[in-house]
């Protein structure tokens, strides 16, 4: 059911996942490609002459238009040497090097890089995943950051950072706090077309589609990104709908790290960005092994990866089936509304607020302890007013009663 891939390379989305094309990287001892190194003088020599201090050099701008005619690249996918460590890149190629957009993952030390290439290298706006998660959002120069970039943490706190030294993001250079970033809002609704990705199984159980509904959730990514192995970052996963991109293993082992994480949901982004809906991606289960599909999944097209954002609110519905709609497929929309993206509560604040509940709790039984040891303690009221009464002095006994009463 899976259409050949453009230019004929790989296999089938199913098949192609299965075979993990996406495997572990070496580290390598090598630095930046020499070739490279003089491709770089000499763009930067012609980046000088072509900008005067009157107007200015935007570097991004600069690089970006450059990158616009199309027609000398191609997309391809392909093990190279990015900041002396070999990755995977799936991307755009010119003159034999990467060069446009691409995404380069170095399993070697579990981090990513989404965004501009030049060269062969990390340069121009991009987005570079840490091993741990957290997420730099700006402009890179030879894959060190240019300027204030805006880092979002494991627990989705934002936060606005510059290089602490000038080492490569592949180096894990150190990253210096400057200031809290602003909150990201969504002004205006996004919609984003999804496929669903339908389930396959051995034993031909089930529907294809019968773990397909609606859900409503808050957006979180996946660490690793391609959840190719359990999520380091699961206990943050509970009760949310989780991103993760498309390589480096089977569409079922993806699913099965997320659904094992407790996610409602699954988005699963595709890796090339010049891509259409031309394939139906599979899950294939095996109820044999006690693994079946249970939450919904949906493919989106690279290019939207843009859309989705950390600790945004969103909803997942699917459209009903008309007389025009492809067999076997199943589509939908995930719908962004207009909002303001929080970050998650960090685990030390949770368990802070939780042991402050706890104490509170506890200062509040042994007050009511206190209270009720100091009611046993004293005569039935009964008695006590009665025998006031009988004496007839009913103010001590009103008197006894608004004192017990008060300690109450």
């Known amino acids: ?74 997309w391809r996918k392909e093990d190279i040497n990015v900041g002396g460590v070999s990755c995977t ?77 000038p ?29 669903a990705v339908m389930k396959m199984n051995s034993m031909h159980e089930g529907s294809c589609f019968g773990h397909i509904r609606t859900m409503e959730g808050k957006i979180k990514f996946a660490v690793p990104y391609r959840a190719h192995r359990p999520l380091s970052n699961a206990d943050l996963c509970q009760g949310k709908i989780v991103v993760v991109q498309r390589g480096g293993c089977t569409i079922a082992e993806k699913v099965k790290q997320v659904q094992t994480a407790g996610a409602t949901a699954m988005i699963l982004v595709g890796m090339d960005n010049e891509d259409r809906f031309s394939e139906i991606m599979q899950i294939r289960e095996v109820p044999e092994q006690g693994f079946l599909a249970s939450i919904p999944v949906v493919y989106v097209l690279g290019k939207d990866e843009a859309q989705l954002s950390e600790g945004m609110i969103c909803r997942i519905v699917f459209l009903p089936r008309t007389p025009r709609t492809p067999l076997t497929w199943s589509l939908g929309q995930i719908i962004v509304p207009p909002q303001t993206c929080y970050a998650d509560d960090s685990q030390a604040n949770q368990d802070e607020l939780l042991s402050h509940f706890i104490e509170m709790r506890k200062a509040d039984m042994d007050e009511v302890n206190r209270r009720l040891e100091l009611i046993n303690q004293t005569p039935p009221l009964p008695a006590v007013c009665a025998k006031y009464l009988a004496r007839g002095r009913p103010e001590e006994s009103s008197a006894i009663w608004d004192a017990i009463r008060g300690s109450m």
């Open 1 to 74: 059911m899976a259409m050949e891939p453009r230019g004929g390379q790989g296999l089938t989305a199913s098949a192609g996942e299965a075979a993990g094309q996406d495997g572990a990287c070496e580290v390598s001892e090598s630095n930046t490609v020499p070739a490279a190194q003089s491709a770089f003088a000499q763009v930067d020599r012609k980046e000088q002459a072509q900008h005067s201090p009157a107007t200015g050099s935007d570097e991004s701008q600069h690089y970006e238009s450059k990158d616009e005619d199309v027609n000398t690249k191609t």
């Open 167 to 195: 080492v490569h993001v592949t180096r894990r250079g150190g990253f210096q706090v400057v200031g809290r970033a602003p909150t990201e809002v969504i002004a205006e609704e996004r919609r984003v077309t999804a496929a």
């Open 89 to 165: 890149f799936e991307g755009n190629f010119e003159g034999g090097s990467p060069s446009g957009f691409g995404r380069a993952h170095w399993d070697a030390i579990g981090c990513a890089y989404v965004g501009q290439f030049k060269h062969g290298d990390v340069h121009g706006a991009g987005t570079f995943i840490g091993e741990d998660g957290s997420r730099i959002r700006g402009i890179f120069r030879r894959g060190i950051l240019k300027q204030e970039g805006v880092r979002t943490t494991r627990e989705g706190k934002r936060e606005m950072v510059v290089s602490h030294e």
